[in-house]
């Protein structure tokens, strides 16, 4: 399941909307294994980072409203990384790309889980040192009801 953090939250709520948030937060987009943290705000711990994904050539990842709660990567984008570790992906985390994966209440983050049918889905559930990975395509797609 996504999970926003309250630095998101807290954007979405006032006068600059998400995607403006997310477009204004020079952001990439890293990929782990192990456990998920519990929330988006939270620091992470024994995770292992396997790839950075950035927009080729630099620059933060953009993103388009594309109507009904969904925003999609800028078609206009390559999102690409070199993986750095081998292992199974579990979650990702879009983040600034200054982001020190502390515990953050401001930083402007969405997680979620990877893999065939994660919320990131992946062609291949291992990533192997030195294979290019590149993410062609990507959605956030808020709930409708966010109620207990």
Known sequence: MI???TGLVDAMMNDVGATAALNAADLELRIFS?????TADAALADET???TI????GGGMQFAFAGEGTLMKDIDQS???????TGTPTYYRLC????DNTESTTAVRVQGSVGVT??????TTTLATGNPQ?????QLRLPQYLGA
Do not use: R
């Open 3 to 5: 999970k926003i953090s």
């Open 34 to 38: 192990g456990p998920e943290p519990l």
């Open 49 to 51: 980072l396997l790839v």
């Open 54 to 57: 950035q927009v080729n050539g």
């Open 79 to 85: 999102w690409l990384g070199n993986v750095q570790a």
């Open 96 to 99: 600034p790309m200054d982001d």
């Open 118 to 123: 994660g919320d990131l889905k992946l062609g």
């Open 134 to 138: 590149s993410i062609d395509f990507y």
